[in-house]
């Protein structure tokens, strides 16, 4: 087992920077999942934590030694990545056993420790079979045995369940998760998948561009992004946003949002730190509109609707942006049809429009 401490983390590749400075704590057990889009630098410092690029600047620690300079193989670490490279023509015991055969252990050594992780990942039945033979869910579990039978002080994934289909990856993200109960060790996850990162994660990083967003717990930032790129990068239907100036109400007292297009939201708290006259960027979660009120806060008219069975959504404009509110109730709404809107002030997410930066 292993904290893992990075302090100031540069990447450059020539005069091109793509990690800016990285300082992350990871703690002894901890499962913590890198989430950002596509090119955002995960991948890099993952490869750099596991010793398969070099690190430009910074400092990483593995349990509590500076780790910089050692070589991957003495990082005590194992690696599972999107394709699991198996040998075709091994069975899945030899191909577990690999790794411990080319380190010249003994069989009276490894052999237990291939049972129990096979046990574990319910591949006792399989161990005589070539990987051709097996599922891709099968597949990737024998990629894990082989990770599992390290005993690693820190576990990295890159992207693991990626060339797996739906319902597979649900599964399987079940599975990683209980196989980290029950061995508690670190585990640091890449993905660009938002659910993944909020399911699987005990703290998410956000990262984006090279650099970190935000860092906590799931629901933490769930709730509480603290700026718009987390808003809307976590949560599925995105949060819906509204561009606008506060501005004090036409009829009634308090502030509201005045919108592009020359609507208005009612703002029920107004917010102590914005003064009217603020540019700023409205957030609300889809889930959290209510559509059954007498006093609503603004009105939308309904293009599409979505019965997705658990839960409805419809969508419509407001403000010029696409906004989707969905309600656990079966809907009888049909598209043309206006729905009065509320907007609970516990849940209103008001942001600087110009840095981004969440105010309340
Ligand atoms: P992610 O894993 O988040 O998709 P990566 O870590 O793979 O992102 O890449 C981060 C950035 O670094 C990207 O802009 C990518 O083009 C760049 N990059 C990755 N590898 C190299 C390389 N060998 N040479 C130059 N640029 C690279």
Not at 109 to 120: G, H, L, Q, S, T
């Amino acid at each position: 087992m292993a904290a893992v401490q990075l302090s100031g983390i540069f990447k450059r590749y020539g005069d091109t920077q793509v990690v800016h400075g990285i300082d992350l704590h990871i703690d002894d057990g901890e499962f913590v999942v890198l989430v950002g889009p596509s090119g955002c630098g995960k991948s890099t410092l993952m490869r750099m934590v596991a010793g398969l690029e070099e690190i430009s600047g910074g400092d990483l620690m593995i349990g509590g030694t500076r780790a910089n300079n050692l070589a991957p193989q003495q990082r005590n670490i194992s690696m599972v990545f999107q394709s699991y490279a198996l040998y075709p023509h091994l069975s899945v015991y030899e191909n577990i056993a690999f790794g411990p055969r080319i380190r010249k252990e003994s069989p009276a050594n490894f052999k237990p420790r291939i049972e129990a992780a096979a046990k574990m990942l319910n591949l006792g039945g399989y161990l005589d079979r070539l990987p051709r033979a097996l599922s891709g869910g099968q597949r990737q579990r024998v990629a894990m045995g082989r990770a599992v039978v390290r005993e690693p002080s820190l576990f990295l994934f890159d992207e693991p369940l990626s060339n797996l289909d739906a319902k597979l990856r649900v599964q399987m993200r079940t599975e990683i998760k209980a196989l980290h109960q029950r061995l508690k060790n670190t585990v640091i996850y890449v993905t660009h998948d938002q659910i993944e990162a909020m399911t699987m994660a005990d703290r998410i990083v956000v990262m984006n561009a090279g650099r970190i967003e935000q860092i906590g717990r799931p629901l933490e930032l769930y709730d509480h992004p603290a700026n718009l790129f987390v808003a809307s990068f976590l949560g599925s239907p995105s949060m819906n946003f509204a561009e606008g100036v506060l501005v004090n109400r036409t009829q009634g007292s308090g502030l509201a949002l005045k919108l592009a297009d020359g609507g208005e939201i009612v703002l029920e708290g107004a917010p102590a730190s914005a003064a009217v006259g603020a540019k700023v960027t409205l957030g609300v979660r889809p889930e959290h509109i209510e559509t059954i009120t007498q006093t609503p806060d603004v009105t939308m008219q309904v293009e599409v609707v979505e019965p997705t069975g658990a839960e409805t959504h419809l969508y419509g404009k407001i403000g010029g942006d696409t906004w989707c509110v969905t309600t656990r109730q079966r809907s009888k709404v049909e598209p043309g049809e206006r729905v009065t809107l509320r907007l609970p002030a516990a849940h209103i997410h008001l942001f600087d429009t110009e840095s981004g930066r969440r105010l309340v």
